[in-house]
């Protein structure tokens, strides 16, 4: 075991048999975002270089790390020649881009995202000017049409949502049959029994890119109701029907709370779905194009992106993070929190993105409507204890490891009396337009999804019986 396999096992806390070539960022649990912060770190103080922004997304797999540690030139300097970007595959195949990663599949006018600058754009407007000024309906009408509406498109739209809200009898009996189950559980069921709800086309007849988008609409306006009808039973009421002209916000809060939500309350939800809406080809996103792309249609399209979503690690995270609060305990234990996670091997969550280098953009916004939250509720104990874990993760922040969007949003739920196994769900609620808008993207100018895999496998072998062995 060569010294520079040695300090890779040390700082992910790994036994030194599982450091080989094929190892890479993500490919197992310790090798997340604080775990590769404490691997530069220490690359760092063993080599006595630092390492930039560039470099440290070329860092990402053993292979990188042992052709950086073998090359004096790229450790003298800042280049970064010698360093491969993803691990190698067999010596006479193709690289192997593990995760897709830097691989660019298609072209897109849904989302524009600059994770070295912290940008965020949906359809060329920035994410901090639609969450200041613009409403939920405008930014799902802009991401699944391609423009903001006017007075009259908003109305129209508006009306579309209102008219989709009302769940079919059937689902609302699948919900009450599942009240016992994980609302990610029951979310994603009950998306993919919407479907036998639909239009119904002849046997062998694709869905049209106009069905789509209709189904689309309907699906931005029922998954919210599914959560909120979900909550509604395994708490033991009776879903209400929200007023005929409350907005997404306020009708979604109406059916989850079982009354009237306080202004602060739909200002937070409306903001909060806003800058969740959409985020680029993210996993979620990537299966409901491959979904769609293979003619499925919008509801199986979407309710892959669901199941993908749960996952703990990427939407499933948002749930992990309301913890935090209770682990740190106070605000004068947050850096020896931090501390010992980090000599651990561990990572605290709500922090480190895959795409973004500095603090993500969303974060200010649902901060900001915590703050509303926690004065209008006189407690701001668990907004204090985050911002404290924030300060004593700064000095990560220079490698990447900065607030994501999940940080704030799982305490505005518990700030609204929600539990956290709702943090994901609501999460899904907000990104459907997104979802809706990519998977209308793809079938507009499809191509079947179909990477390739290199084998890696043994060849030439001859079949016998398990019992003539």
Known sequence: ??????????ALGITEDRVTDTLAYQSIREWDSLGHVSLLVAIEQEYGVEIDDELTLGLRSVAAVRAFA??????AGRGDAGVPATAPGRPDGPAVHRGLENVVFDQTAVTHIDGAQGVLEYRGYSIHDLAEHSS??????????????????????????????VLPEPVLGLLRS??????MEALRTCVSALGAFGPQRPPGTDESYAEALETGVSLIARIPMIVAAHHALRTGREPVQPPQDASHAEAFLTVLLGERPTPAAVRFIDKGFIVHADHSSNA?????????GCRAGMTAAITAAVAAFAGSVHGGAAERVVGLIEEVGSVENAPAHVAALQARGEPVMGFGHRVYRTEDPRVRHLRSTVVELSEERGDTSGLDILDAVATAMRPYGRHGVAPNVDLYAGLAYRLLGLPDDLAVPLFVVGRTPGWVAQALEQQSNNVLIRPLLTYVGPHG?????AYDR
């Open 284 to 292: 979620s996103a990537f299966t409901a194009r491959v979904a769609i």
């Open 136 to 165: 939920f309906e405008e930014v799902a009408h802009l991401l699944v049409h391609g423009e903001l509406p006017d007075a009259a498109a908003l109305e129209s739209f508006g009306k579309q949502l209102r008219a989709a809200r």
């Open 178 to 183: 599942l009240a016992h189950a994980h609302p």
């Open 70 to 75: 073998a090359a004096p030139a790229t450790r």
């Open 461 to 465: 072998r001859t079949y016998r019986k």
């Open 1 to 10: 075991m060569s010294n520079v396999d040695q300090l890779i096992a040390r």
